[in-house]
């Protein structure tokens, strides 16, 4: 079957599933489309009491879902309290806010009146990864919930329980059945569901190769669509930069969920005057990780999520050093059960390696060497990704001036990349298109109605 939940940990196979048959797939999109003509005539206080709802329970069921969510993926546990405690006020921004971002907007004409009004688009399709498995689903069903549409959700295959978790959290709010639906699809079940009259819409968040075959099939029929795809984020150290900011800043940013995450910060752009000392204390940073139990706090970082991961990641690494790279530290599979990998250090990546245009999964971090602010930024936009970057300097107006030129969806100065309500999260280049959370993010799946009167 191909929905297993396996524990990276134990490597034992917890559950598995079946996938969805195109009878019930028929029933499950039938439902969807039945309950958007309900749900988009419903009222944004209606809306929002379900999201308020939700948002109370996935409070309440923290511990659980975090426990669940470990087993299934690995990551540390302490991490998913972390994570859903962002989800909590991602559902509760939009259950209160969603009213005032999408109330008629008033346009000036010569004569008459005219007006915008936010109209929903209908059945939303939504394609979401494992790595960060309630944070990725919630980000998108929020807000294209409360703009009026209903969700089918097709969630990675390896955390299974954590789709059906979170589709449990909205039917106990008080949800309608067909409001936010999960399904276990193959990829040509899915292939057909976006072309399904039914769909209006697909957001997907995976690896380019997903992006592009979404982006076709939307295509061909004319369906809106959001891509976040990957990230090879560059984390810029200038000349003025204290390191005892910019080190820890950079460990935290690849280490964290033991560098799976697309946004997290990939390349170490460090200017000479600093190179050496940072590369010291960061690879020594690196030396000291343990690895460990992910529902223990006390482990510094688990297991990549799967025996496919770890493979393709330490076929990276070699291909790295058979193309002139050094392994600075890690680079090697730990010598005990789970899908553990050593905190990894690579220099010498030259743009001729082919893995300087990869990006890589886990935590593994190229660092490189420059001379100047320029050399920083063409070095740094160098690459087929533009999601994230981080910007370390004493000058802020400098560190800001550098941001300008970064091709790249989001810049964090003196600090690690955020997500929150609030924030618009998306890229450019290769790493998508559209925009998620804050107000930007229920305004991708919306209709914008002119109405003119004489």
Known sequence: MTYRSVNPYTEDVVAEYAEHTDAQLEEVLIRADATYREWSR???????????????????????????????????????????????PILRYYATEAERILAPKTIEVPDGTARVDAAPLGVIFGIEPWNFPYFQLLRIAAPVMMAGNTVVMKHAPSVPGCALAVEKVFLDAGAPQGLYTNVFLTDEQSARV?????????????SERAGSAVAAAAGRSLKRATLELGGSDPFLVLDD???DLAVPLAVAARTMNTG??????????????????????????FAAMEPGDPMDEA????????????????????????????????????????????????????????????????????????????????????????????????DVARAERIAAQL????????????????????????????????????????NWKLVRIA
């Not at 072309?195 to 968040?205: F, M």
């Not at 799976?260 to 590369?279: M, N």
């Not at 989001?410 to 618009?424: Q, S």
């Open 42 to 88: 419903a009222s944004f206080a209606e809306r929002g009491k379900v999201l308020s709802a939700a948002a109370d329970l996935l409070h309440e069921r923290r511990e659980e879902l975090a426990r669940l969510a470990t087993t299934e993926m690995g990551k540390r546990y302490i991490e998913l309290l972390w994570e859903i405690d962002l989800c909590v």
């Open 194 to 206: 976006i072309a399904d009259r039914r769909i209006t819409g697909v957001a997907l968040t995976g």
């Open 241 to 243: 930069a204290d390191l």
């Open 260 to 285: 799976q995450a697309c946004a997290a910060a990939k390349r170490f752009i460090v200017h000479s005057s600093l190179y050496d000392a940072f590369l010291q204390r960061f690879t020594a940073a």
């Open 299 to 394: 482990t510094d970082f688990g297991p990549l999520v799967g025996e496919n991961a770890l493979d393709r990641v330490l076929d990276q690494i070699e291909l790295a050093r058979e193309h002139g790279a050094t392994v600075a530290v890690g680079g090697k599979r730990i010598d005990r059960t789970g899908y553990f990998l050593e905190p990894t250090v690579l220099t010498g990546v030259t743009p001729e390696n082919p893995v300087f245009r990869q990006e890589i999964f886990a935590q593994v971090a190229m660092v490189f060497r420059v001379d100047s602010d320029e050399e920083a930024v063409a070095l740094a936009n160098d690459s087929d990704f533009g999601l994230g970057s981080t910007v370390v300097s004493a």
């Open 407 to 446: 091709e790249v969806g989001m810049v964090f100065i003196n600090r690690g990349g955020e997500a929150g309500p609030t924030l618009p999260w998306g890229g450019v280049k290769n790493s998508g298109y559209g925009r998620g959370l804050s107000d930007f993010g229920i305004t991708e799946f919306v």
